[in-house]
């Protein structure tokens, strides 16, 4: 069984991407989630590969398109 783009992210994934949908920076997300700023760019890296994205931009709107976040 394929599974679907959102579904592959994981739950610290899912977490930074929502953030990302609320319009917080990566500086604003890391404080957030209490950990480095380079670490929520490789989540973002990782996302963006994994939902098939160029940018956050991309990200937010594949996020809204497949109800991620809700």
Do not use: F
Not at 12 to 34: C, D, F, P
């Amino acid at each position: 069984m394929k599974l679907r783009a959102w579904e592959r992210l994981t739950k610290r994934e899912h977490e930074v991407l929502a953030y990302l949908k609320s319009g917080m920076t990566n500086r604003q997300i890391a404080a957030a989630l209490v950990i480095e700023e380079s670490t929520v760019e490789t989540h973002l890296d990782h996302i963006y590969r994994k939902l098939n994205v160029p940018n956050r931009t991309a990200a937010v709107a594949k996020a809204i398109q497949c109800g991620i976040g809700r």
